[in-house]
């Protein structure tokens, strides 16, 4: 069974459409991620979690929310969906904050906002 | 603050060449290095990390890369290219002082010609 899973794996929504893409981890880890992906331009942050309490915005937050319902839980919403959030997006894991262990992704959600 | 490039978005090589994947980075403080591979369809999944001590690092699929502090580098070669290695590297960097946070490259597309 994969450890880090998204839902759902394709969405195809309309401009202003609200959209939550949601991410579990059976890893334990109490760090999550969000990125996009955006041909050429690699992963840009969206938003990180340390822990339940403790969330933080990353370079391209506006436009985005999310919510750490528990540790095992990071969901992404897209409040007003916008076409140029049409992207790939991953959900990551890691062990700490210190840096020094990788992170392991999730499938991604390829997600399209007509 | 942290940053990677990655030379070249897109290399090709022939079976059984030499495969070398350029990444340099930019850290205030001794940085953890990272290179994850992304196959089609899929997330990112670790090949290979540099955090203390060996300079030249071993990863998985016979894939190694040689942290150079005096070139900011951390290049990523294998010595005979298979056609299952077809796929985009990713390079990335991390340091405490950005609470842990990676900073990945835009990314190259290796091609394997037969």
């Known amino acids: 069974d994969a450890d880090v899973t998204q839902t759902p794996r394709n969405r195809i929504t309309k401009t202003g459409k609200r959209i939550m893409l949601e991410c579990s981890q059976t890893k334990g880890h109490d760090r999550m991620y969000w990125y996009r992906q955006d041909p050429g331009l690699g992963l840009r942050l969206i938003y990180y979690s340390f822990d339940v309490k403790d969330i933080n915005k990353g370079e391209i937050s506006d436009g985005y929310s999310v919510s750490r319902q528990a540790q095992a839980k990071f969901s992404l919403s897209l409040e007003s969906a916008i076409p140029n959030q049409t992207a790939l997006y991953f959900c990551?894991?890691?062990?700490?904050?210190?840096?020094?262990?990788?992170?392991?992704f999730g499938p991604g959600t390829r997600l399209t906002v007509l | 603050a942290q940053s990677v490039t990655q030379l070249g978005s897109h290399v090709s090589v022939s079976e059984g060449a030499l495969v070398l994947l350029r990444c340099n980075y930019s850290?205030?403080?001794?940085?953890?290095l990272f290179w994850y591979v992304q196959y089609p369809n899929q997330g990112l999944q670790l090949l290979l990390k540099y955090t203390t001590g060996a300079t030249l690092v071993k990863g998985i699929n016979g894939f190694e890369a040689e942290f150079k502090k005096s070139e900011t580098s951390f290049h990523l070669t294998k010595p005979s290219a298979h056609m299952s290695d077809a796929a985009e590297y990713f390079c990335a960097v991390s340091d405490p002082v950005n609470a842990g946070k990676s900073t990945f490259g835009d990314g190259t597309t290796l091609t394997v010609k037969p």
């Open positions: 990551a894991t890691s062990r700490d904050r210190g840096g020094y262990n990788e992170q392991f």
């Open positions: 850290s205030s403080v001794p940085p953890y």
